[in-house]
């Protein structure tokens, strides 16, 4: 380590020690300073139009912001992407619905436009990137939902001049089968209650309508067409880092700091 380095060495891990404004990355993913609650905003969110019950629903979009910054990837030029799928209709009628079950996958790697080509080019282009993390759906919505609803929404349902709201709950996937240990691990808080006295880690609240949608899409209002665009918002807590190891972090970098001197004044 260069002479001129060690003052730098030796503050930076003063204030990793203070943790006072120490920033959480995790999966390449700067979280922001410690004590942030996770606030993912997603938009341009799109997914397949239902009629019935019974059927699926799926999705995708790209994660825009994070605790409120764009510039959320350690890595420059990367943006983290979605994909959704499983979510099963139940309790169908013309102004509400609820679905049962439901996958959310999150990839991340290089950014790209989604509206420069079809929906089904771009679920193909998502599941190409790196997992991220795993989401799936949680029960006891409540506000008379079925107990195994996972997802519920309000409005315009059927035929053009859809417009609705909805919301859903959803926990973190820790078994490993997809996506980067830290970051279940940290996602996995337990913070947003159930009408069941239960506790999700996530909850999602959504928008839409089939006003613009993708210019390489078709939608003739069947199940399955690509009818509706809008945004997507989820909130939660995280688990914070013990602060030991952030202390720890910061202790191995002054040590490093002094170590560098040492050498430095023996040449």
Same mark, same amino acid.
């Given at each position: 380590?260069?002479?001129?380095?060690?003052?730098?060495?030796?503050?930076?891990?003063?204030?990793?020690?203070?943790?006072?404004?120490?920033?959480?990355?995790?999966?390449?993913?700067?979280?922001?300073?410690?004590?942030?609650?996770?606030?993912?905003?997603?938009?341009?969110?799109?997914?397949?139009?239902?009629?019935?019950?019974?059927?699926?629903?799926?999705?995708?979009?790209?994660?825009?912001?994070?605790?409120?910054?764009?510039?959320?990837?350690?890595?420059?030029?990367?943006?983290?992407?979605?994909?959704?799928?499983?979510?099963?209709?139940?309790?169908?009628?013309?102004?509400?619905?609820?679905?049962?079950?439901?996958?959310?996958?999150?990839? !991340?790697?290089?950014?790209?436009?989604?509206?420069?080509? #079809?929906?089904?080019?771009?679920?193909?282009?998502?599941?190409?990137?790196?997992?991220?993390? %795993?989401?799936?759906?949680?029960?006891?919505?409540?506000?008379?939902?079925?107990?195994? #609803?996972?997802?519920?929404?309000?409005?315009?349902?059927?035929?053009?001049?859809?417009?609705?709201?909805?919301?859903?709950?959803?926990?973190?996937?820790?078994?490993?089968?997809?996506?980067?240990?830290?970051?279940?691990?940290?996602?996995?808080?337990?913070?947003?209650?159930?009408?069941?006295?239960?506790?999700?880690? !996530?909850?999602?609240?959504?928008?839409?309508?089939?006003?613009?949608?993708?210019?390489?899409?078709?939608?003739?209002?069947?199940?399955?067409?690509?009818? !509706?665009?809008?945004?997507?918002?989820? %909130?939660?807590?995280?688990?914070?880092?013990?602060?030991?190891?952030?202390?720890?972090?910061?202790?191995?970098?002054?040590?490093?700091?002094?170590?560098? %001197? %040492?050498?430095?004044?023996?040449?």
């Amino acid at each position: 380590m260069k002479l001129k380095m060690i003052p730098a060495a030796v503050a930076f891990g003063c204030a990793m020690v203070a943790g006072s404004a120490s920033a959480i990355v995790v999966g390449g993913v700067d979280f922001g300073a410690l004590g942030l609650t996770n606030h993912i905003e997603t938009t341009t969110l799109a997914e397949t139009y239902i009629d019935d019950n019974g059927q699926t629903l799926q999705g995708y979009g790209v994660i825009n912001t994070v605790n409120g910054d764009s510039t959320y990837s350690t890595t420059p030029g990367q943006k983290l992407y979605f994909v959704f799928n499983n979510y099963t209709s139940q309790n169908f009628s013309a102004t509400d619905v609820e679905f049962k079950g439901g996958i959310v996958d999150v990839y !991340i790697g290089a950014e790209f436009n989604l509206l420069n080509q #079809s929906s089904a080019t771009n679920l193909t282009l998502i599941t190409g990137l790196t997992p991220w993390a %795993r989401f799936t759906g949680h029960g006891n919505l409540g506000g008379g939902a079925a107990a195994d #609803s996972t997802l519920k929404a309000h409005g315009t349902l059927t035929g053009s001049g859809l417009d609705f709201t909805g919301a859903g709950l959803l926990d973190v996937d820790t078994s490993g089968a997809f996506g980067l240990a830290d970051v279940a691990a940290y996602l996995d808080a337990d913070g947003e209650p159930d009408d069941a006295g239960g506790f999700a880690d !996530i909850t999602l609240t959504t928008s839409g309508s089939d006003s613009v949608l993708n210019p390489f899409d078709t939608c003739n209002y069947n199940p399955g067409d690509w009818c !509706i665009a809008g945004s997507a918002d989820m %909130r939660g807590k995280t688990v914070i880092p013990e602060p030991s190891a952030i202390a720890l972090f910061g202790i191995g970098l002054i040590g490093a700091g002094f170590i560098g %001197r %040492r050498k430095a004044k023996k040449g």
